[in-house]
């Protein structure tokens, strides 16, 4: 039989041994073992699968010593062994289907039940890694030769006694049989209802073994639900196929061809999958705070609500003033849609066009054949995704456009947009056009699209169809309870009038409670006076804008607040608190030559979490992401506030915002090229792994990639061509170290001196040829730009 030297997939065929000795699983191509499952000569059975046989001492009848080992041990000894073998060939990975005859059928049911719940890691990866079984006259219900156990050996002309544990685990109505098939048709049905698969085909013989009749009978031989084939051949003789015409050798290969084929489907579903995922893809989702203990519930008893979530397709929208607390009202809704719904509709939410389409497919991996198709086509032809070509939002939204209609078949669509004032208003309003028409072309159908978003009172969005919340008029009770339980460690608080004046200047804006309840908090641990507190919580501004203002006018120390808040708001993506701590030492025109100069400063913030939230007044805070816990603020309001007037307070001016972006700009690219120069990075001479230069330099990923914040700050004035002490360009130091993604930025800018001299009279070009920098020595040179003849002293 042919073995392909490489493949994904392993089909494993386990039998009872025709000797006394357990047959080695076969590794790859080189072995000789015949497997006992007999195919026909010469065939290449699937061209891109690893066959691999297992046997084992099962007889159960014979003249010499039958085995002593029970079922279960039998079990164990397959999970053991298959496992080391596929971590041998290096195949751990690799999905697996068993091809089973007789008792080996239940050795492997065994053997995947063993795996499931086994507290070894690794001995669970066959339970994770099996995508079928083929049960071939395997006696699932017992089998008649059972019956031999209560015969003597000597009656039986037999020298040695049976293995009697495996007779009676045939009986019909033994225990632990019973007890496994409950069990395995139990784990099937669960793994069903959590979206996963698991293929089963039973063949049973047609024709009886001379004398004894039919081994197992067809009730014992299949499954309820599960496809079931008939091989014309006796129990003996159904796995022994003579050619490829055979038509139990037909049936058998049409079942595995069927597996195999949808496993591949499988892997080209993840792989567009991926094409579609980016990093923070589920930032904004994790990044919004759930419901306090017994807020929210009055939503799904609204009026409103319960209407849009019974009637036909239709547009919900939840909307309210800044910080009211749309964006958790909405995440309340989905977690609730997701547990309580009974007819399991697809949920879908959050939306950006390939978020989108990334649950859809890893929800109902056919219900986008045309976009995986598509991605196939274009990394055959284009090469890989996210290198070579990129996916456009047009066209993602084409494809969840089409696939409606046939998701729609079969069950519900669930759509929740957060915050889509967040876009601009053209952008917003062009999504509702969208949108709207195709819920109302949607044909009628048992089940429903419903769209659910949350937006400000502006931009105004004009849904024809769609039904309204207005939040702050809802959720006075959800800050009064928030309110109590927050004071709830103060009595005096509690039972004071400071709950309801809290409440009341809220006015439905659920961000200004923490807020206050905080300064309440503050004082009342100081042992102000009850009076004096109600007086100060009655001071604070009503509007999120004022009270802001009089965060930022409080903020001690303005230079570092400034930095800090620059950084937040025009960084190139959300620096993670050991990049942020790194940001704010390193300076353009700080004093210090080396990272470890800056380590050991005074303003190197050791606890950085801390000193975050002490700079920004509490407006900013650390949050989980699938990176590390990045910094923000802490509120899409803040953000707001401190782009149209926080930054000139900060400023001490009355700058144009655009001015002001620009300055903090040049100052963050500024701070980018001073990293590179710092000695540390100027030592890097030779190539370490990406892990263990991001351990030992975390700020250097983002410097070297910020090109956005460097053409920002080129636009508002700032020299990248600027010279150092010792005469370097910031191209000759990313030559010099060979950074050659900041070459190619630094030259695409147009803006360089490519042949500027240091003061050691080198060029960047003579850096790079002197570090082995082969790849940044050809950009120079495609430059025209450089004389190759320069020598330095």
Same mark, same amino acid.
């Given at each position: 039989?042919?073995?392909?030297?490489?493949?994904?997939?392993?089909?494993? @065929?386990?039998?009872?041994?025709?000797?006394?000795?357990?047959?080695?699983?076969?590794?790859?191509?080189?072995?000789?073992?015949?497997?006992?499952?007999?195919?026909?000569?010469?065939?290449?059975?699937?061209?891109?699968?690893?066959?691999?046989? $297992?046997? $084992?001492?099962? $007889?159960?009848?014979?003249?010499?010593?039958?085995?002593?080992?029970?079922?279960?041990?039998?079990?164990?000894?397959?999970?053991?062994?298959?496992?080391?073998?596929? !971590?041998?060939?290096?195949?751990?990975?690799?999905?697996?289907?068993?091809?089973?005859?007789?008792?080996?059928?239940?050795?492997?049911?065994?053997?995947?039940?063993?795996?499931?719940?086994?507290?070894?890691?690794?001995?669970?990866?066959?339970?994770?890694?099996?995508?079928?079984?083929?049960?071939?006259?395997?006696?699932? @219900?017992?089998?008649?030769?059972?019956?031999?156990?209560?015969?003597?050996?000597?009656?039986?002309?037999?020298? @040695?006694?049976?293995?009697?544990?495996?007779?009676?685990?045939?009986?019909?109505?033994?225990?632990?049989?019973?007890?496994?098939?409950?069990?395995?048709?139990?784990?099937?049905?669960?793994?069903?209802?959590?979206?996963?698969?698991?293929?089963?085909?039973?063949?049973?013989?047609?024709?009886?073994?001379?004398?004894?009749?039919?081994?197992?009978?067809?009730?014992?031989?299949?499954?309820?639900?599960?496809?079931?084939?008939?091989?014309?051949?006796?129990?003996?003789?159904?796995?022994?196929?003579?050619?490829?015409?055979?038509?139990?050798?037909?049936?058998?290969?049409?079942?595995?061809?069927?597996?195999?084929?949808?496993?591949?489907?499988?892997?080209?579903?993840?792989?567009?999958?991926?094409?579609?995922?980016?990093?923070?893809?589920?930032?904004?989702?994790?990044?919004?705070?759930?419901?306090?203990?017994?807020?929210?519930?009055?939503?799904?008893?609204?009026?409103?609500?319960?209407?849009?979530?019974?009637?036909?397709?239709?547009?919900?929208?939840?909307?309210?003033?800044?910080?009211?607390?749309?964006?958790?009202?909405?995440?309340?809704?989905?977690?609730?849609?997701?547990?309580?719904?009974?007819?399991?509709?697809?949920?879908?939410?959050?939306?950006?066009?390939?978020?989108?389409?990334?649950?859809?497919?890893? *929800?109902?991996?056919?219900?986008?054949?045309?976009?995986?198709?598509?991605?196939?086509?274009?990394?055959?032809?284009?090469?890989?995704?996210?290198?070579?070509?990129?996916?456009?939002?047009?066209?993602?939204?084409?494809?969840?456009?089409?696939?409606?209609?046939?998701?729609?078949?079969?069950?519900?669509?669930?759509?929740?947009?957060?915050?889509?004032?967040?876009?601009?208003?053209?952008?917003?309003?062009?999504?509702?056009?969208?949108?709207?028409?195709?819920?109302?072309?949607?044909?009628?159908?048992?089940? *429903?699209?419903?769209?659910? %978003?949350?937006?400000?009172?502006?931009?105004?969005?004009?849904?024809?169809?769609?039904?309204?919340?207005?939040?702050?008029?809802?959720?006075?009770?959800?800050?009064?309870?928030?309110?109590?339980?927050?004071?709830?460690?103060?009595?005096?608080?509690?039972?004071?009038?400071?709950?309801?004046?809290?409440?009341?200047?809220?006015?439905?804006?659920?961000?200004? !409670?923490?807020?206050?309840?905080?300064?309440?908090?503050?004082?009342?641990?100081?042992?102000?006076?009850?009076?004096?507190?109600?007086?100060?919580?009655?001071?604070?501004?009503?509007?999120?804008?004022?009270?802001?203002?009089? %965060?930022?006018?409080?903020?001690?120390?303005?230079?570092?607040?400034?930095?800090?808040?620059?950084?937040?708001? %025009?960084?190139?993506?959300?620096?993670?608190?050991?990049?942020?701590?790194?940001?704010?030492?390193?300076?353009?025109?700080?004093?210090?030559?080396?990272?470890?100069?800056?380590?050991?400063?005074?303003?190197?913030?050791?606890?950085?979490?801390?000193?975050?939230?002490?700079?920004?007044?509490?407006?900013?805070?650390?949050?989980?992401?699938?990176?590390?816990?990045?910094?923000?603020?802490?509120?899409?309001?803040?953000?707001?506030?401190?782009?149209?007037?926080?930054? %000139?307070?900060?400023?001490?001016?009355?700058?144009?915002?655009?001015?002001?972006?620009?300055?903090?700009?040049?100052?963050?690219?500024?701070?980018?090229?001073?990293?590179?120069?710092?000695?540390?990075?100027?030592?890097?001479?030779?190539?370490?792994?990406?892990?263990?230069?991001?351990?030992?330099?975390?700020?250097?990923?983002?410097?070297?990639?910020?090109?956005?914040?460097?053409?920002?700050?080129?636009?508002?004035?700032?020299?990248?061509?600027?010279?150092?002490?010792?005469?370097?360009?910031?191209?000759?130091?990313?030559?010099?170290?060979?950074?050659?993604?900041?070459?190619?930025?630094?030259?695409?800018?147009?803006?360089?001196?490519?042949?500027?001299?240091?003061?050691?009279?080198?060029?960047?070009?003579?850096?790079?040829?002197?570090?082995?920098?082969?790849?940044?020595?050809?950009?120079?040179?495609?430059?025209?730009?450089?004389?190759?003849?320069?020598?330095?002293?």
């Amino acid at each position: 039989m042919e073995r392909p030297k490489s493949g994904w997939l392993r089909i494993f @065929k386990s039998k009872y041994s025709k000797n006394n000795q357990p047959k080695a699983p076969d590794c790859g191509p080189s072995s000789e073992n015949r497997p006992p499952i007999s195919f026909p000569d010469g065939v290449a059975v699937l061209p891109r699968a690893r066959l691999h046989t $297992y046997g $084992y001492d099962v $007889y159960i009848v014979r003249k010499s010593v039958a085995g002593s080992n029970r079922l279960l041990d039998h079990a164990t000894n397959l999970l053991t062994d298959l496992t080391t073998d596929r !971590a041998s060939c290096d195949a751990s990975s690799r999905p697996l289907i068993f091809v089973a005859h007789c008792l080996g059928g239940l050795v492997c049911k065994e053997a995947i039940l063993l795996s499931r719940n086994n507290p070894e890691a690794h001995l669970r990866d066959i339970f994770d890694s099996t995508i079928g079984t083929i049960f071939m006259g395997t006696p699932h @219900k017992g089998a008649w030769m059972a019956d031999w156990a209560r015969i003597p050996a000597s009656a039986l002309g037999l020298v @040695k006694p049976a293995n009697k544990s495996l007779l009676n685990t045939l009986e019909t109505d033994d225990q632990f049989l019973e007890s496994m098939r409950i069990m395995f048709l139990s784990m099937i049905r669960e793994l069903r209802e959590a979206g996963r698969r698991l293929e089963i085909t039973t063949f049973l013989e047609e024709l009886p073994l001379p004398v004894s009749g039919k081994f197992v009978s067809k009730d014992s031989a299949t499954f309820e639900g599960y496809n079931a084939i008939s091989i014309h051949a006796d129990h003996i003789n159904m796995v022994k196929f003579g050619s490829v015409e055979d038509n139990g050798f037909k049936r058998l290969l049409g079942e595995l061809t069927r597996w195999t084929r949808s496993v591949e489907e499988a892997r080209r579903s993840q792989d567009c999958l991926r094409s579609l995922a980016f990093p923070e893809m589920d930032s904004r989702s994790k990044g919004i705070d759930a419901a306090a203990e017994g807020t929210c519930k009055w939503l799904l008893r609204h009026e409103t609500y319960r209407s849009w979530s019974t009637c036909n397709s239709s547009l919900l929208w939840i909307k309210g003033k800044p910080g009211a607390g749309k964006s958790t009202l909405l995440r309340y809704a989905l977690d609730n849609t997701e547990t309580n719904v009974r007819d399991k509709p697809l949920i879908l939410s959050f939306f950006f066009h390939d978020r989108v389409l990334y649950q859809v497919l890893s *929800q109902i991996p056919n219900a986008l054949p045309g976009l995986v198709a598509a991605f196939q086509e274009r990394r055959n032809n284009r090469g890989e995704p996210g290198k070579e070509w990129h996916w456009h939002p047009n066209e993602l939204q084409d494809f969840f456009k089409s696939s409606l209609p046939k998701i729609l078949d079969s069950r519900s669509v669930w759509l929740f947009v957060d915050a889509l004032d967040e876009c601009d208003k053209k952008s917003a309003n062009d999504l509702v056009r969208k949108f709207e028409p195709l819920v109302q072309s949607l044909p009628r159908t048992s089940f *429903q699209f419903r769209i659910c %978003f949350t937006c400000r009172h502006y931009p105004i969005l004009k849904w024809n169809c769609a039904i309204e919340i207005c939040l702050e008029h809802e959720n006075t009770q959800d800050i009064s309870a928030y309110v109590q339980a927050r004071l709830s460690a103060s009595r005096r608080l509690t039972v004071s009038a400071i709950p309801a004046i809290v409440t009341e200047r809220a006015s439905g804006v659920f961000m200004w !409670a923490p807020l206050a309840v905080d300064q309440g908090l503050d004082l009342d641990n100081e042992g102000e006076r009850l009076e004096k507190i109600e007086k100060k919580v009655n001071s604070i501004p009503p509007e999120l804008d004022s009270l802001y203002h009089e %965060f930022v006018q409080g903020m001690d120390e303005r230079p570092a607040s400034l930095k800090l808040i620059q950084w937040i708001c %025009f960084a190139l993506r959300p620096l993670s608190l050991d990049e942020l701590r790194w940001a704010m030492v390193v300076d353009a025109n700080c004093p210090y030559r080396t990272l470890k100069e800056c380590r050991n400063a005074e303003d190197f913030a050791c606890d950085c979490d801390i000193r975050i939230r002490t700079l920004s007044c509490g407006l900013a805070e650390a949050v989980p992401s699938s990176r590390a816990h990045v910094v923000q603020f802490i509120h899409q309001s803040v953000k707001d506030f401190v782009l149209e007037k926080g930054l %000139f307070v900060l400023y001490n001016s009355s700058n144009t915002t655009r001015l002001a972006a620009g300055i903090a700009h040049y100052q963050l690219s500024r701070t980018c090229i001073r990293y590179f120069a710092m000695e540390e990075i100027a030592l890097l001479r030779r190539r370490r792994s990406r892990s263990r230069l991001l351990s030992a330099f975390p700020l250097l990923h983002y410097a070297t990639t910020s090109w956005v914040i460097l053409q920002m700050a080129d636009q508002a004035g700032t020299d990248i061509d600027a010279r150092d002490e010792s005469g370097k360009t910031p191209l000759s130091w990313a030559a010099r170290n060979g950074h050659e993604a900041v070459v190619r930025l630094l030259l695409a800018t147009g803006k360089v001196n490519v042949d500027s001299k240091d003061e050691d009279d080198k060029t960047p070009l003579s850096w790079a040829a002197e570090n082995g920098h082969d790849a940044i020595v050809r950009l120079l040179l495609a430059t025209r730009k450089v004389d190759v003849n320069t020598e330095d002293v």
